[in-house]
């Protein structure tokens, strides 16, 4: 893998802004010196500051020597940091958001016309490589955009999407692992009530899971089919899988997306 041989700013560093920070690195997309981190409350970041990660307090000044930035603070946080950096920005930096619900013509309207800005809407996995990112963007130069989709390629699978699906992809993908991760959690639940004690119960919900994806991931096969191969007829499994229908499962997980991605598309006040 070729390295990225400037410099980022990622500006908002909490969760995703970390999880960004230390799947790039353990990628060796960059080393920790070419990528500055911002947050308001820097104590924080002391633990990055000594993996050999810069970090500062000051948005404008890692901004004027970055060649990427990276919008990472909340919605309702946007436009104060945007007017904080207006007057640093440089023609040929690249502008990443992974901001929910706010467009690259949002950005554009705060920053100029002639700013570059690609959406990313990533998720935690990122921190291992194993994240679902999807990108878009609206008027971006083909350069930028592969560069974009290189650099998320290096920490999981990239899908480049219409820049009107983004809060969809927002609601699968970034909320979607807390999803998977609540339903294992119910799993494990479930194994103790069966006899498990919570720690072996997890370990198994969690590597059966992973084989579930994996069986999907590998045998490009759709679920139905996978689970068609597990319910034995007069079963235990079409017993379980009914009793869960009959409560809502799937239906309880279509209309928490759809009320996810709703929610997404408004987070963000434009004034
Ligand atoms: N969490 C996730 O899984 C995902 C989140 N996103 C999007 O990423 C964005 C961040 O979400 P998330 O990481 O969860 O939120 P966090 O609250 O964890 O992170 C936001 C960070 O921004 C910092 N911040 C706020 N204002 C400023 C400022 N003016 N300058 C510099 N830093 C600032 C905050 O720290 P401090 O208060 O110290 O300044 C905080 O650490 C959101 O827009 C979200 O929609 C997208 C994909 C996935
Ligand atoms: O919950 C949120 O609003 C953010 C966006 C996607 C994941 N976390």
Known sequence: MNPFKGSIAILGSGNIGISLAKGLIKANYALPGQIS?????????????????????????????????????????????????????????????????????????????????????????????????????????????QEVIRMFETVGAVVKINEDLMTSATALCACGIAFFLRAIRAASQGGVEIGFHADEALKMAVQTAKGAA???LQMQSHPEQEIDKVTSPKGCTIAGLNEMEHNGFSSSLIKGIKLSAAKAGALYTKE
């Open 37 to 145: 981190l911002t947050r308001r409350n820097i104590t924080n970041l002391n633990a990055l500051a000594e993996q050999g990660f810069v970090v500062s307090a000051d948005n404008a000044a890692v901004v004027s020597i970055a060649d990427i930035v990276v919008l990472a603070v909340l919605p309702q946080q946007l436009n104060q940091l945007l007017e904080q950096i207006l007057p640093v920005i440089k023609p040929n930096q690249l502008f990443i958001s992974v901001v929910s619900g706010v467009s690259c013509a949002d950005i554009r309207t705060k920053l100029g016309e002639t700013v570059q800005v690609i959406r990313a809407m990533p998720n935690t996995a990122i921190a291992i490589g194993q994240s679902m990112t999807c990108v878009a963007t609206d008027q971006a130069d083909p350069e930028n955009i």
């Open 214 to 216: 994996d069986l999907l």
